[in-house]
């Protein structure tokens, strides 16, 4: 338990659904994170956050809209999804936005999209 | 472009020591991280290094050289447990977390 949660754990989806996972850090931590993990690739940064303000959007898709609405709270809102978004969504924090601070991850959500 | 390498697998036998190397190029350099993911698990932080030289810390050390761009983590007595991926990720000049591919890491009785 590393006290970044993840919900759901696994979700499958049509690529006419919309859904939103969340995720909730109960670490006092400023900062937050999307990543984007799929087998045998690099972590792929999606979204980060600090200090409740979208801080960088590494050119992902507008079919993934992130929202925060504290510093605790992480949302990820899908729509008109594409078979190839099918991958493990991890949501991290870390105190803050710097070189040294490590980020606690939560234990990701498996996106499976028919 | 930026990138991290590491080699995709690697085995090694229970009680054994294992070093699994990670070379970078990226856009300025301000630590390097190294973390252990179980599979169907969260990452989870082993190290941090941003001067030159070995940081210890148990069974784990992590080693760093800035001038050749290089870093191993060294796995000592190894245990059926340390099976997982090593991911190794930099922070580049913009503050940015660089990810490899990570290391799956078998370990055989």
Known sequence: ETGVTQTPRHLVMGMTNKKSLKCEQHLGHNAMYWYKQSAKKPLELMFVYNFKEQTENNSVPSRFSPECPNSSHLFLHLHTLQPEDSALYLCASSQGRGDSYEQYFGPGTRLTVT | ?109
Request: with cysteine; proline share 3%.
């Open chain 2, 1 to 109: 472009g930026q990138n991290i390498d590491q080699p995709t697998e690697m085995t090694a036998t229970e009680g054994a020591i294992v070093q699994i190397n990670c070379t970078y190029q990226t856009s300025g350099f301000n630590g390097l991280f190294w973390y252990q993911q179980h599979a169907g698990e969260a990452p989870t932080f082993l190290s941090y290094n941003v001067l030159d030289g070995l940081e210890e810390k148990g069974r784990f050390s992590s080693f760093l050289s800035r001038s050749k761009g290089y870093s191993y983590l060294l796995l000592k007595e190894l245990q059926m447990k340390d099976s997982a991926s090593y991911l190794c990720a930099v922070t580049d000049s913009n503050y940015q977390l660089i990810w490899g591919a990570g290391t799956k890491l078998i370990i055989k009785p």
